[in-house]
């Protein structure tokens, strides 16, 4: 489960430094008169980032995706669509520690991934087309898609800089396929990965993040946020009623009447809807949605349906 992790530590002593760097062949970099030594070239082929800078911090940063890496070490390939339990991401950890000769357990942690994969029936666009928020109440965030990759196969939380945590879901597949990967899993071909994103970590070491007590803590939120995605509505009206009225009706639902309301307020002010169509769903929101309610049946979507079962099934065997 927990994949990508950026650590840290301060306060390297010169010999701590000289002998991390020849252990593990640092290239000796300088920016601004400042030396320090990484490995940014041979990042790739070794799996992991590792820099030490020689400023007054003498600060060692190492990165690395546990999951890519412990599938390196076995198979030679960096991938990471299986499945991948907590006792998976220990073993890593003890396997990066063997080939850097670096204690993990000391290091500061700065940030973390804790993902999944749901081996899912149909092509991935259908789930993540229907997923629009996330989270509870005051805490509901809104999906995007997010424009930077293809097909429209990913959608994020805000990512704002003084955000802390982040869900992403995605196409697993699509973007093994938009990397050119030679080790595309043909066998499953419908791969939904979700990601929560914890960034700007304090006060937290290695040992500290993968103690027991703290595992079952993360675990637990992660299925409880991803139980709380709302998908878009099933509604089901009366003979006659207009597709917009029925996608405003699973706007409300999703939203709330006063957040849908701002949004065509926002869309009327940037010309996206005529004055006519904005009147008509303000005066919905307003006047008649408290009573239609009441006439419509609302359903979970089957792809839903699907989603909160592969969750359950999934986490039993990586949680361990």
Not at 190 to 217: G, H, S, W
Not at 242 to 268: N, P, T, W
Request: overall charge positive; hydrophobic content about 35%.
């Amino acid at each position: 489960m927990i994949d990508l992790i950026k650590m840290s530590k301060t306060g390297l002593t010169d010999n701590d430094i000289f002998s991390i760097a020849d252990g593990n062949n640092l290239q000796t970099n300088s920016k601004a008169g400042v030396f320090f030594f990484d490995n940014q070239n041979q990042k790739f082929i070794q799996g992991f980032y590792l820099r030490i800078e020689t400023s007054n911090a003498k600060r060692l940063k190492l990165e690395c995706s546990l999951h890519k890496f412990f599938n390196y070490i076995r198979t030679g390939k960096q991938a990471n669509f299986d499945l991948f339990s907590i006792t998976n991401a220990r073993q890593s950890l003890e396997l990066l520690k063997e080939k850097t000769g670096i204690e993990p357990e000391n290091l500061n942690v700065n940030y973390y991934e804790i993902g999944l994969n749901l081996y899912m029936g149909k092509d991935c666009r259908t789930y993540i087309d229907q997923m629009q928020t996330i989270g509870v109440l005051d805490n509901k965030r809104r999906f995007f898609v997010n424009p930077r990759y293809k097909g429209e196969r990913v959608k994020t939380t805000v990512f704002h800089r003084h955000i802390k945590k982040v869900y992403k879901v995605y196409d697993k597949v699509h973007e093994m396929k938009d990397k050119q990967r030679d080790d595309i899993p043909e066998a499953t071909p419908n791969i939904l990965r979700i990601e929560t994103t914890q960034r700007r970590v304090e006060k937290l070491t290695v040992a500290d993040l993968m103690n027991p007590k703290t595992i079952k803590k993360l675990t637990d939120q992660f299925l409880k946020d991803w139980r709380t995605v709302q998908f878009d509505p099933v509604i089901e009206a009366k003979k006659g009623t207009h597709q917009r009225k029925i996608s405003l009706c699973q706007k409300i639902i999703l939203y709330g009447k006063e957040e849908v309301l701002k949004m065509a307020k926002e869309d009327f002010a940037a010309g996206k809807l005529t004055e006519k169509r904005f009147r008509n769903m303000r005066e919905f929101i307003g006047n008649e949605w408290d009573i239609f309610k009441n006439t419509i049946q609302v359903e979970k979507a089957p792809e839903e349906m699907e989603f909160r079962e592969k969750i359950n099934e999934a986490i039993k065997i990586v949680r361990d």
